[in-house]
């Protein structure tokens, strides 16, 4: 697979307990202002990255950071892995703005994000 077809982790969210107190801290480490701002999600955007904050781990129940693979085709990819012996997670849903995600988790529990822009 080439570098182009698979652009690598571009996302990061981290669950927060606190996230007036979380989007102080990194607004600080990151020097931008979020943005998007919301009770449910805290996002920035700094040298390319997108760094999220998801109170309480969110919906999916995020108990540490998950890095997201930016992938051309999430269902294709969750396809691969799975027959390479990931474990399916969170099937691929769309969370707004033509944006699919997925989670997988790996041989040792470790979580891995697939996202698709459409």
């Known amino acids: 697979m080439t570098g182009s077809s698979s652009p690598g982790i571009k996302t990061v969210l981290h669950p927060v307990s606190d996230l007036a107190k ?3 801290v ?3 480490l990151l020097g931008v202002a979020p943005q998007s701002d919301s009770s449910y999600y805290v996002g920035f955007e700094a040298g390319g990255q997108h760094i999220g904050l998801v109170p309480g781990g969110g919906p999916q129940g995020m108990t540490s950071p998950v890095a ?3 992938v051309p085709d999430v269902e294709a990819k969750l396809a691969e892995l799975i027959a390479a012996g990931a474990t399916v997670k969170e099937a691929a849903h769309d ?3 033509g944006r699919l995600v997925a989670t997988v988790t790996d041989p040792d529990g470790n979580v891995l994000g697939l996202l698709q822009d459409r």
Do not use: L, M
Request: aromatic letters at 24%; a positive charge; zero cysteines.
């Open 26 to 28: 990194y607004a600080a």
């Open 95 to 97: 969370v707004g703005g």
């Open 22 to 24: 979380a989007k102080a």
């Open 68 to 70: 997201y693979w930016h």
